[in-house]
Structure formats: C-alpha cells, structure tokens
C-alpha cells in the first residue's frame, strides 16, 4: 500500500525526536510512504522581490510552531507495526524530488569547521533548476546536483533529544548514500520505530565544512521493510555494490574506529572469514571517509564493494 504523508504543523517535529510524540501516520511492512519534508528558517526564505517562493505548508509550520533543541523540520513520526526494539527496520529509498526550485545556505559565526571565519550571518538563495537536475551557484558555477536526506531516523529510546547530533538511530548522519536507490538499516530502539525524514540536501561534500549544504525541500517515496531480531549496532546502507557501515562520535579517531570495526563485522556476518582476515581485506580495499564534522557528533563512513568478497570463504 502507498501512503503521503503530508508536511504541515500537524506532522512536523521542529528541531528534535521525542519518543513521546504521538505518531502521524501508522503502516504495516512492506507499505510504501510518499513523505513531504520542509527545510529552513524563517531568515532562509526568499525575500521580498525574489522570483521563488516558500511553499505554503512551509510558511504554516513557521507561524504555527517554533523550533525546540535543534533547527530542522522533520516530518513523522511514522509507526509501524510490529517493530520492536531488538528488529532491523530497512528503508528502501524508492524516489527522491525537488519540491521547490530554491534552496539555502548559511555560514554563521561559531559554527563550521572554521567557527571564527565567517563575520556574521549570511544566508544565500540559490536557485534550482530540477528539469536539469542543476544550480547555478551565486559565484559564477552551474553545478550538478545529487540529492539525498541530511536526516533520516527511528527515534531513540532515551527521551526528547535534539536533531542535530546523529547517532546509532541515524538522525542528522548527512551521509550521501541517504540518496534514491539505497536500502539503510536502522536498529529499531522504540516501540513502532517512530521513522521521521527531513533536511533535505540538493548537494553537499563529504563533510559538510561549513555547517551547511545546498539545503532544500525534497519529497521521498520510502518502502519499510522489517526484520525480527536483526538489529544492526548502527544505520548500514546497501546501494548498488557497496556495502556502507557508519561510526558517530565527539571524535574522529572513534568514530573512525566504530566505522571500521562494524564493517568488520559485516565481512564476518556474512562470510567465514575470521575477524583477522576481515582486518586485512578491509585494508586492502574499504575505503574509509569523513561524513560530517559539523554536527557535535562526528561522523565516519566505511564503503566496501561487496564484490570484492567473491571467492571467499562462505560468500
């Protein structure tokens, strides 16, 4: 079954996950949900003259709510039925759209990998041509875009918490794989997994260096899929041949070294290979990369082609 799922101030979280909040929409696996998501601000909107326009649900949730802990629109949570904690819950993305033809970014003071760079708050309009699948950024180049999710998630179990650190519950990961074609497995941790989308990216670098990207509103079409008793130690993603495993922490040698261990253990789960073998495949062809470093939790990815492990042991 196909559902929409609507954003509007009825169905946005304003800057955080709560596991408390009451579900918008409830599915049963294997359901499919189109998912609306709004991005931005009010000092991000186009101003007075300019030829785009804020969609209407977006100038509703700002006048109908304010942001609390964090500042992204996420659109849920969604329930689905029979997820537990402990399950494997994979979100197969089906298709990602432009839902307008702008989108934003800001460098702010205290903020980025270079806090003391930018002298105040700056937020540029840049115009989106979604025919073209391009933009043509305000210092002269016509870029080609790549959109995906800054932030998809099931929400955590230890309370309201903002939207800006990721975690092993996904959240503000700003992964690029988070993109159309991906299949992610999330480790369910509350009742119903309570799934939420939103900070939709038309395009961003591995990193994120200034605390944004070419931020947008972008609508999915997302298939849920579960998995009883299968629950990965943190969000894994399969698109095309690639195997990807994340770490998230204050630090980048951690978390690079959560990103690594869990491919290990990917490589063993799925061959019979020992861990000592797995170490030295790894180093001959994963290839380790910085997601984020913007989001107070760190993040690393670790890409594997799983045709790489053709012949082996088990395979």
């Known amino acids: 079954m196909l559902h929409h799922l609507p954003a509007t101030p009825e169905t946005i979280l304003w800057g955080h996950l709560d596991p408390a909040a009451a579900p918008v929409l409830r599915i049963r696996p294997g359901d499919s949900v189109r998912i609306d998501t709004l991005s931005g601000g009010p000092r991000n909107l186009p101003g007075e003259g300019s030829p785009h326009r804020p969609l209407d649900s977006h100038r509703a949730v700002i006048a109908a709510q304010k942001p609390d802990l964090g500042p992204h629109m996420l659109t849920g949570p969604v329930y689905i039925e029979g997820a537990e904690p402990g399950d494997r819950l994979i979100v197969a993305v089906e298709a990602v759209d432009f839902a307008q033809d702008w989108g934003w970014s800001a460098i702010e003071p205290g903020f980025g990998l270079f806090p003391d760079l930018a002298p105040a708050y700056e937020s540029l309009v840049v115009p989106i ?13 016509e870029v080609a875009l ?5 932030i998809l998630a099931v929400t955590p ?3 309201r918490v903002s939207s800006v650190p990721p975690g092993v519950f996904g959240g503000n990961v700003d992964n690029r794989a988070f993109c159309q074609g991906a299949r992610i497995s999330f480790p369910v941790q509350v009742p119903g997994a309570l799934f939420l989308a939103g900070d939709g990216h038309a395009l961003q670098g591995d990193g994120e260096i200034c605390d944004t990207a070419l931020e947008t509103a972008l609508n999915g079409r997302f298939r849920f899929e579960l998995e009883k008793g299968t629950a990965p130690e943190a969000p894994e993603i399969e698109i095309g041949e690639a195997i ?6 204050a ?14 253990d990917w490589i063993c789960a799925h061959t019979d290979l020992t861990r000592l073998e797995a170490y030295r495949h790894a180093s001959m062809l994963a290839d380790l990369s910085i997601t984020q470093v913007v989001n107070g939790q760190k993040g690393v990815h670790c890409r594997l082609d799983r045709r790489s492990l053709t012949g082996a042991r088990g395979a």
């Open 251 to 264: 630090d980048l040698d951690t978390a690079t070294r959560q990103a690594a261990s869990r491919l290990l």
């Open 129 to 141: 041509d979604a025919a073209r699948g391009t933009a043509r950024l305000p210092w002269g180049p």
């Open 244 to 249: 990807i495993t994340m770490g998230f922490a």
């Open 146 to 150: 790549a959109p995906f999710f800054g």
């Open 157 to 159: 179990a230890q309370g």
